[in-house]
């Protein structure tokens, strides 16, 4: 038995001052009861919360997940660990369909080989079933419509490693590859896509459940002769089963933007993500990244010729850094968008201090700086 005692454990948007136990991977109590345990931890004046789940990451520390090694994976992982998160959905980018499949493989060996400090879910497949009028960073190279035989083939042999799969539903005839993936346990994710709502009522109807980075890459409100049509944004807002997943790092959303967002949608049904490259983390300025230049300034990752983000280079703690300190929400408030949200999302016993959930926690101080993080119980770093 292990117990932890602060005047600052995050339950259920609020502070409560006592203490929490888990034994055996799992929390038992969150209560203000002092009792024994074998291990005892005092981080009186810190806060204590579920570990962050990040549902959508390229990398970071100077490690892909695509292009990249079994070990790369492994240590973007661990990497974004030492940030809080504690779960985590490697990011595959669109490309040819032979990589992409080498980079689940990867994946999949990482999850199972037991050398991430953290929880690696599964694979996020970003493309490459896009739209090209909304490819943003992504090779329009490799965009195209869903292919039947390869998106078989790859679940047949690793669907047990695939967590999501990010599609444009304008081409997915009658949701016939929303529907495969729900079928299997995968969360369809509607991005990078110019969708409109008729678009969007099919995907639902088929099991799509979420929209990738609002206002990144996604549809608006357009006009055919006089008439309008909703986008993926107006879509997402109208359609209350839809969750939104928001790039919070302050740059890809101003402030503002990020306060209209969750006040349409509600706490319950925003996620914050990252998005990060690898070089997040890293004194990189400027290179190449599948096969695309980019330079960083202004604290975000661009294209070359600054015509559009390529990315972000946050870590998870600073997403609760923005929402608190940029968009004015309780540090309690914005933890709930990365841990009990996308938890509820993914069905995972996860994203919260209460009995029974998987005793995944993290502490970090007023600046949200991470000091310490345990995975199933146990003291990782």
């Known amino acids: ?78 990497y974004h660990l030492t940030h809080g998160t504690t779960t985590i959905l490697p990011t595959v980018s669109a490309g040819a369909f032979s990589t992409m499949k080498a980079a689940v493989r990867n994946i999949a060996k990482a999850k199972k080989s037991g050398k991430a400090k953290g929880n690696i879910l599964g694979a996020h497949l970003e493309g490459p079933y896009l739209s090209e009028k909304q490819a943003g960073a992504q090779c329009p190279d490799f965009i195209t419509p869903p292919i039947r035989e390869d998106y078989e ?18 081409n997915d005839r009658n949701g016939e590859f929303c529907s495969y993936l729900s079928k299997r346990n995968i969360l369809p994710s509607a991005g990078h896509t110019n969708a409109v709502n008729a678009d969007m009522v099919c995907a639902i ?19 055919d002769h006089g008439f309008r049509s909703l986008g993926v944004i107006e879509s997402a807002f109208l359609h209350d089963d839809l969750y939104v997943e928001i790039i919070a790092d302050g740059k890809h959303l101003p402030p503002e ?97 209460e009995g029974g959930m998987d005793a995944d926690i993290i502490v970090f101080d007023d600046d949200i700086r991470v000091l310490d993080v345990f995975v199933n119980g146990e003291k990782v770093c």
């Not at 892909?64 to 790369?72: G, I, K």
């Not at 047949?156 to 599609?167: K, L």
């Not at 109807?205 to 006009?223: A, P």
């Not at 070089?279 to 070359?304: Q, R, Y």
Request: charged content about 25%; some cysteine.
């Open 205 to 223: 109807r088929s099991g799509c459940r979420l929209v990738t980075h609002l206002y990144s890459c996604t549809s608006t409100v357009t006009r």
């Open 1 to 78: 038995m292990i117990k932890i005692k602060s005047n600052r454990i995050i339950v259920n948007e609020k502070l409560f001052d006592g203490y929490m136990y888990a034994l055996n991977g799992k929390i038992v109590e969150v209560t203000t009861e002092d009792k024994p345990a074998d291990t005892c931890y005092d981080f009186t004046g810190k806060y204590v919360s579920a570990g962050f789940i990040d549902i959508h990451t390229h990398g970071a520390g100077g490690y892909a997940f695509m292009n990249s090694t079994v070990e790369d994976v492994i240590e973007g992982c661990n």
């Open 257 to 353: 933007l990020i306060q209209m967002i969750i006040k349409i949608k509600g706490t319950d049904k925003v996620i914050l993500v990252t998005d990060s490259l690898e070089i997040a983390g890293t004194d990189i300025k400027e290179g190449v990244m599948s096969g695309t230049e980019f330079i960083v300034e202004d604290g975000v990752c661009k294209l070359k010729d600054r015509s559009a983000f390529a990315g972000s280079v946050a870590t998870a703690d600073v997403l609760i850094r923005t929402l608190v300190q940029d968009c004015g929400y309780s540090i309690p408030v914005a933890v709930k968008m990365l841990t009990e949200i996308p938890a509820r999302l993914m069905k995972l016993s996860k994203g919260k201090l």
């Open 153 to 170: 083939s790859l679940v047949e042999e690793y669907g047990d490693s695939i967590a999501r799969w990010t599609y444009a539903p304008e």
